[in-house]
């Protein structure tokens, strides 16, 4: 609903194709990121734990991507306005959330990559990653909501209150600051 709405959006009359798709590229990785939760908590229909995992992993390498072609198509229209949200000398209050949640997103990549060599247990990989997903959720939703430009507010606000709760009810559901316990789906 969000995409749809933001294509129908008039200010996208002024706006090149490049920055038009480094926009929808964003507006994708917000979807993207409420899709993560679910598939870890298992709310998916159809889906193994292991399957969800999976699909985890990959939705996760395709935020990536998402969020390459977000900032790369922006930094290709605008290199100083780029230059100033990346250290955080940018004017506009929704900068640093967004740059903020894509350094996050791009440790969690990494770290999520490097997570077999590193030897990281999954109690280790669990302490990692869930400061960082919130990090990523908040930074994401504070970003999108700062941003007055394409994206319809209505829906924009629908996809940001979802992706916050359904964060929040996988985070209370498998109760992932719990000091002893498994994963859905792990063994012990």
């Given amino acids: 609903m969000p995409i749809a709405a933001a294509a129908l959006s008039p200010l996208l009359a002024w706006r090149d194709a490049v920055y038009i798709l480094a926009g929808f590229a964003g507006i994708i990785a917000l979807g993207l990121v409420l899709v993560q939760p679910l598939l870890i ?3 998916l229909p159809g889906l193994s734990a292991y399957r969800g995992r999976r699909a985890h992993h990959w939705i996760g390498g395709a935020l990536v991507v998402a969020v390459v072609l977000h ?26 959330f967004g740059v903020i949640a894509m350094w996050a997103i791009f440790a969690v990549a990494i770290i999520a990559a490097l997570r077999r060599r590193l030897g990281l247990r999954a109690r280790t990989w669990r302490i990692v990653h869930m400061p960082l997903a919130i990090v990523i959720v908040a930074g994401s939703v504070v970003h999108a909501i700062l941003i007055e430009g394409t994206m319809e507010t209505v829906s924009k606000a629908a996809l940001c209150a979802l992706v916050l709760g359904a964060t929040i009810k996988v985070m209370v559901d498998l109760q992932v600051w719990r000091t002893r316990g498994t994963l859905r789906g792990e063994n012990r």
């Fill in 41 to 43: 908590g298992g709310y």
């Fill in 71 to 96: 900032v790369g198509g922006l930094w290709f229209t605008s290199p100083p306005d780029m230059i100033d949200a990346l250290t955080f000398s940018s004017p506009t209050p929704f900068s640093p």
